[in-house]
């Protein structure tokens, strides 16, 4: 898809709407490992058929045919998050890798101050953002070169401090255009890494158009190829 007839897509529903996002609406990523091309992602987010109060979020990464029998990936997670404030509800978690694999299913009783992971009860005292709603969360938000967002993110059984800081501007290419970005990055309070950089369009939208992580088995480079 063309990136003006993306645009005019978005801009019509968004207008419609008044939010950064629409219903269904989904991203697909080349990803590339440690500069490798290795297979594919896709992120989507969809309303919830009588339940206006929660959006519901995955993401799927799989390796391609040749680094299936080299490396097979494949990563599935799933998340309810509030309309409002993009606090996770539930979060669920299949990873399947060589090395590592973990089954993790969550669901968070802000009121009672608990969470319940995979049948165990795990007390908790805030509310808590998984590593993808906070992208959602941002993309509802004014923001500018030097702002700075704090995030208590959850995962893998683990509560942390993130900082989110909005670097500067640059352009990236990818193969559905050139689009003009902020660059942010989220470091890690508690052991004060970096753990993600995420190039976002620099409008309302807030796309995000490229993402470099660190996962168990090096750096993922996810570039966007697709939106619908």
Known sequence: MKPFIILFFLSNIFSQKNIQFSDGEE??????LNFISVGSAKMSINEIENDSENYFFSFLLKTNKIWDKIFPIRDTVKAWIDTKEFY????????????????????????????????KKIDISQKVRDPYSFFYFLRTRNIKIHDEFLFDIFDNNKIYKVKLSILKEERIDSNIGKFNCFLAEAINLDENKSIMKIWMTNDNKKIPIKIISNANFGTLNMLISDIN
């Open 88 to 119: 996770t509800q539930k979060f669920q978690k299949i990873i399947l890798e060589p090395n590592y694999k973990t089954n993790l299913d969550v669901t968070f009783n802000y009121e009672k101050n608990f969470y319940s992971s995979n049948n």
């Open 27 to 32: 991203i697909f990523y080349n990803v590339n």
